[in-house]
């Protein structure tokens, strides 16, 4: 009994580590942004980076703005025309505002590589105060089995507009009160010296 489980075992065994396991893959990325408190008309420059830290190529890597194509970056923003740049290893080449739209394919990336996307974004004029300045970038899962998965990989970079400080205004103190309010307040603070001396004596 016990050969035949033991035999039982080992061929399980032997036949999960023949049988490939689907896992899902994923890769070092995220989204910077130079600024996190900021004020209106502020020029953001993002960079967002991927780096292959698999062991297999991905190809393509393609990615896109806002989060499932429904929005593109914060409503606070407006993206500054022309201002995107790619770079994979020693390649530097401007991208065409269509990845706005499109998404923007860049190409194979061999495990180890690292590409960067980097873009301009202004703080619009009528931001509200302490506004929550959120924009998205995303790369799509194109390394899945299932060819109609539509999976992403989103990454957020955050800033605050500045909000005006609200406080109490307090009236304004002439040079007289000054001295005579400093010098009550080292006459008490010899009497509590003094007090607390002579409670202990």
Not at 52 to 78: C, E, Q
Not at 117 to 139: G, L, T
């Amino acid at each position: 009994m016990k050969l035949k489980v033991l035999a039982l075992t080992t061929l399980f065994a032997f036949t999960a580590a023949a049988t490939p396991v689907a896992a899902d893959v994923t890769l070092d990325a995220g989204l910077s942004v130079n600024k996190t408190q900021v004020e209106r008309g502020d020029t953001l420059n993002y960079t967002f980076k991927v780096v292959n830290t698999t062991d297999i190529v991905i190809d393509p890597v393609f990615v896109a703005p806002g989060m499932n194509g429904d929005h593109v970056f914060s409503p606070y923003v407006d993206y500054v025309t022309g201002s995107t740049v790619a770079t994979k290893g020693a390649s530097t080449v401007n991208v065409t505002d269509a990845w706005l739209t499109d998404g923007l394919n860049l190409g194979k990336l061999n495990p180890g590589q690292e590409v960067s996307v980097a873009f301009k974004a202004v703080v619009r004029e009528d931001a509200p105060d302490n506004a929550f300045i959120e924009s998205v970038v995303q790369i799509k899962k194109t390394w899945l089995e299932d060819p109609e998965a539509n999976e992403w990989i989103q990454c957020a970079a955050v800033s605050t507009l500045k909000g005006e400080v609200l406080g109490e205004v307090l009236p304004e103190t002439g040079t007289e009160d000054v001295i005579a309010t400093s010098l009550l307040l080292g006459y008490f603070g010899i009497l509590l010296r003094k007090l607390k001396l002579t409670r202990y004596l």
